[in-house]
């Protein structure tokens, strides 16, 4: 019983630090303002996280767990560019939507090399599959550098664009831009592979 208490309480002050966060910024996640948001005592807080730095840290934790629960959700495209697409959709909309959280990660995180790897999990499959395949024009760790840069890039425009649906499109058309010049045109492809089956045709 007890622990489920202390589980709950610690549950309520971070839902209260990302809702703060959110709506006031770093600036505005401050102990106290956590502390009457939640109606308990500097120390109860204190107690559970330690102090700011640890109340920071959980907040960072808990938003890059969601932040890997999003990139992971189930039911992807069986088609490894339209999943890489599905995947950005998610990642996008989690940034824009949560754009303080986002920001606070990348300053928590971005140097982090584990980090970025879990976080580029999905994505490095995807391209790797497309390396099998025969469609990808680079090596994967070029194209995993190549999409990062494109992800950063376009969040870092995040507090400067207004409209959700803006931001979206915009990196929408920019990754599949990335996408196109990183991989041979599937028409390309499929000219290729008529090309093969005739070959094989004629010397049965």
């Not at 996640?29 to 920071?56: M, N, Q, S, W």
């Not at 808990?62 to 932040?67: A, D, H, P, S």
């Not at 088609?79 to 959709?89: H, K, R, S, T, V």
């Not at 599937?186 to 094989?200: E, L, N, Q, Y």
Request: aromatic content about 6%.
């Amino acid at each position: 019983m007890a622990n489920e208490r202390k589980q709950s309480t610690e549950k309520s002050i971070l839902r209260a630090a990302m809702q703060l966060l959110e709506k006031h910024g770093p600036e505005g996640l401050t102990t106290r303002a956590v502390c009457d948001a939640v109606e308990i005592t500097a120390p109860t807080l204190y107690y559970h996280f330690g102090d700011k730095r640890g109340l920071l840290d959980a907040v960072v934790a808990e938003g890059f767990e969601e932040f890997l629960r999003v990139k992971r959700e189930p039911g992807e495209p069986e088609d490894p560019c339209e999943a890489l697409l599905a995947g950005w959709d998610r990642f996008l909309g989690f940034a824009s939507e949560k754009p303080q959280l986002y920001g606070l990660l990348v300053q928590r995180l971005g140097e982090n090399p584990e980090a970025i790897r879990m976080a580029m999990t999905s994505t490095e499959k995807n391209l790797e599959r497309l390396s099998e395949i025969g469609v990808l024009k680079v090596d994967v760790n070029f194209a995993r550098n190549a999409l990062l840069a494109v992800a950063l890039g376009v969040t870092s425009k995040t507090a400067h664009i207004a409209e959700q649906s803006d931001l979206k499109a915009m990196g929408r058309f920019l990754m599949k831009s990335t996408l196109d010049a990183l991989t041979v045109p599937k028409a390309a492809i499929r000219t290729k592979r008529s090309r093969s089956k005739t070959r094989r045709a004629a010397t049965r």
